[in-house]
Nanobody, 126 residues
Framework: QVDLVESGGGWVQPGGSLRLSCVAS????????LAWFRQSQANEREFVAY????????EYADSVKDRFTVYRDIVKNTVYLEMNGLRSEDTAIYYC???????????????????WGQGTQVTVSS
């Protein structure tokens, strides 16, 4: 079991940028990787991005491809989500999640994860 703490959210104008951080503790590196999900006022929680602790197999939702980039710092046990070209529809609470150690399910579904952070609010408006 790991503790996940997100930070970096805030308010930005359309076209602006934010970088979110997820600090993981409790042997987070034993997990295959971490993901970012988000939940807006009008939608259910949706997949944003996934990154393994090792290897080049990052994944992104179509809605954020070419705008968001997920990074990792294994020494700091931290995963980042760099968000550029933000739009109003990106407004949501962003969560990080730990992938189950034994999971063959897709990285895009909540059932593949067994630990979640409290979330950080991102608001994009003019």
């Amino acid at each position: 079991q790991v503790d996940l703490v997100e930070s970096g959210g805030g308010w930005v104008q359309p076209g602006g940028s934010l970088r979110l951080s997820c600090v993981a503790s409790g042997r987070a590196n034993a997990s295959p990787g971490l993901a970012w999900f988000r939940q807006s006022q009008a939608n259910e929680r949706e997949f944003v991005a996934y990154i393994p602790w090792s290897g080049p197999n990052e994944e992104y939702a179509d809605s954020v491809k070419d705008r968001f980039t997920v990074y990792r710092d294994i020494v700091k046990n931290t995963v980042y989500l760099e968000m550029n070209g933000l739009r109003s529809e990106d407004t949501a609470i962003y969560y990080c999640a730990r992938r189950r150690s034994s999971s063959i399910g897709p990285s895009t579904v909540e059932g593949s994860y067994d630990a979640w952070g409290q979330g950080t609010q991102v608001t994009v408006s003019s």
